[in-house]
C-alpha cells in the first residue's frame, strides 16, 4: 500500500531555532496536511496545501507541496516552547478508498534540557 | 461552537468487555473517521462513513464495529474480539468524504484494558 515516511522522527530544540521536517510518499498525492497533536489531545490542523509547488505561511509556520507532488515539508522558525508537540504530515490522491487519507508516523518535537 | 465531542476521555476496561466509545460532531459535516494511535505508529483508520447508514472498513476494522444512525453521531465499539484494543482513539469528520477536504478532529478517548 501507500507509504508516507516522515522525518526526523524526533528532534530537541532549543527556544529560538528553526526547525524542519518533511515527508515523501511513494506515490503522487493531491493534498498535503500538516498537523500538531499536543498531548493527550486530537490533531490539530495547521496549514493545508492543495497544489504542486504551493508555498504556504501560518504565522511562524511555512510548509511547501513538492513539486514531484512526492513530498512536502514543514519550517518552524523561531521556535518558542509551546511547539513542543507530535507534527503529522497526511496526504491525500483521491484514487484511492474514501476516506483513505495516510498519515505519516510524526515528528515529536521535545525542549533541550 | 461547533466541534466533535469524544467520550469518555479515559475509559478501563477488563479482558472479556465491549464498550463503545462515543463520538458526536454540531459541524454538519457528512462524513466521519475513527483512527486509532498507538505510540510511535502514526494514525490507522479503523472505520469510516460517508453517509447516515453507511459504513466502510479501514486498514484495521477487525474486532471493531460502529453504526451510523444519525449524521451527527458516529460510535465506535471496541469488541472483546480486538486482540490488543489498549490506545488512543481519535473521531474525525469532514464536509465531504476526504479529498480535497480535510479531517476536523476530536480530542481523543484513552482506553485501557486491565
Same mark, same amino acid.
Given at each position: ?23 515523501? !510518499? !511513494? ?87 | ?20 466509545? @462515543? ?34 472498513? /479501514? ?5 471493531? @464495529? ?12 471496541? #469488541? @472483546?474480539?480486538?486482540?490488543?484494543? #489498549?490506545?488512543?482513539?481519535?473521531? $474525525? ?5 476526504? /479529498? $480535497? ?5 476530536? $480530542?481523543? @478517548? ?5
Amino acid at each position: 500500500g501507500q507509504q508516507l515516511n516522515q522525518s526526523p522522527q524526533s528532534m530537541f530544540i532549543q527556544e529560538g531555532e528553526d526547525v524542519s521536517m518533511n515527508c515523501t !510518499s !511513494s506515490s503522487i498525492f493531491n493534498t498535503w496536511l500538516w498537523y500538531k497533536q499536543d498531548p493527550g489531545e486530537g490533531p490539530v490542523l495547521l496549514i493545508a496545501l492543495y497544489k504542486a509547488g504551493e508555498l504556504t505561511s501560518n504565522g511562524r509556520l511555512t510548509a511547501q507541496f513538492g513539486i514531484t507532488r512526492k513530498d512536502s515539508f514543514l519550517n518552524i522558525s523561531a521556535s518558542i516552547p509551546s511547539d513542543v508537540g507530535i507534527y503529522f504530515c497526511a496526504g491525500n490522491n483521491y484514487g484511492g478508498s474514501q476516506g483513505n487519507l495516510i498519515f505519516g508516523k510524526g515528528t515529536k518535537l521535545s525542549v533541550k534540557p | 461552537d461547533g466541534g466533535i465531542t469524544q467520550s469518555p476521555k479515559y475509559l478501563f476496561r477488563k479482558e472479556g468487555q465491549n464498550v463503545t466509545l @462515543s463520538c458526536e460532531q454540531n459541524l454538519n459535516h457528512d462524513a466521519m473517521y475513527w483512527y486509532r494511535q498507538d505510540p510511535g505508529q502514526g494514525l490507522r483508520l479503523i472505520y469510516y462513513s460517508q453517509i447516515v447508514n453507511d459504513f466502510q472498513k /479501514g486498514d484495521i476494522a477487525e474486532g471493531y @464495529s460502529v453504526s451510523r444512525e444519525k449524521k451527527e453521531s458516529f460510535p465506535l465499539t471496541v #469488541t @472483546s474480539a480486538q486482540k490488543n484494543p #489498549t490506545a488512543f482513539y481519535l473521531c $474525525a469528520s469532514s464536509i465531504i468524504p476526504s /479529498g $480535497a477536504n480535510v479531517l476536523t478532529f476530536g $480530542a481523543g @478517548s484513552r482506553l485501557t484494558v486491565l
